[in-house]
């Protein structure tokens, strides 16, 4: 069993549609949960980084975070063509040196 | 964010010859840099980590010897592969950290021939 276990999809939705991603992971160690975003060919951007439990928010996008189920999730409101792209749930253990684990990513379309 | 730049973005090179890529935090101190490997719709893939001023820690399944890392100073990086060969060609990504959040380069295109 992987340790980060995500879809890769592709998910194709409509323009304007609420988009959600998640991830499940099964090393209760870790505590820190990222999501980046990867455009074909290019380096991942860092979108959204948080270490607790609950929901957090930044514009048009929402991590939530379930660490009793194992469970991590990226919504994103109002998807724009623009959002196209693949989205990378990432984690790891406290501790500066840990490693980031990774899930595979999701392709993602958003259809104008 | 912060800023990781790479160069070069792309770089053909052939069989037998070393190439140098280069990773440089624009805009803080990393004293951790990543190095990753990615192959078409898969993952990123941990090559090694390297801390200024000492030595890369690999991964499993990573030879120290064809992947060159230097860490030299608080914001720059390089990875030398040595001696490439067509099954190295991938797209090579380099990552900073800065306190807990990690940035990546935009990465480098290496097709070995």
């Known amino acids: 069993q992987k340790e980060v276990e995500q879809d890769p999809g592709p998910l194709s939705v409509p323009e304007g549609a609420i988009v959600s991603l998640n991830c499940t992971y099964s090393n209760s160690a870790f505590q820190y949960f990222m999501w980046y975003r990867q455009y074909s060919r290019k380096g991942p951007e860092l979108l959204m980084y948080t270490y607790s439990s609950g929901n957090k928010e930044d514009g048009r996008f929402t991590a939530q975070v379930d660490k009793s189920s194992k469970y991590i999730s990226l919504f994103i409101r109002d998807s724009q063509p623009s959002d196209s792209a693949t989205y990378l749930c990432?984690?790891?253990?406290?501790?500066?040196?840990?490693?980031?684990?990774f899930g595979i990513g999701t392709k993602l379309q958003v259809i104008p | 964010g912060a800023v990781v730049s790479q160069h070069p973005s792309r770089v053909i090179c052939k069989s037998g010859t070393s190439v140098k890529i280069e990773c440089r935090s624009l805009?803080?101190?990393?004293?951790?840099m990543f190095w990753y490997r990615q192959f078409p719709k898969q993952s990123l893939m941990l090559m090694a980590t390297s801390n200024e001023g000492s030595k890369a820690t690999y991964e499993q399944g990573v030879e120290k010897d064809k992947f060159l890392i230097n860490h030299a100073s608080l914001t720059l990086s390089t990875l030398t592969v040595t001696s490439a060969h067509p099954e190295d060609s991938s797209f090579y990504i380099c990552?900073?950290?800065?306190?807990?959040?990690?940035?990546f380069g935009p990465g480098t295109r290496l097709t070995v021939t």
């Open positions: 805009d803080f101190q990393a004293t951790t």
């Open positions: 990552s900073a950290r800065e306190d807990t959040e990690q940035y």
């Open positions: 990432a984690m790891r253990r406290p501790g500066g040196y840990q490693k980031v684990t």
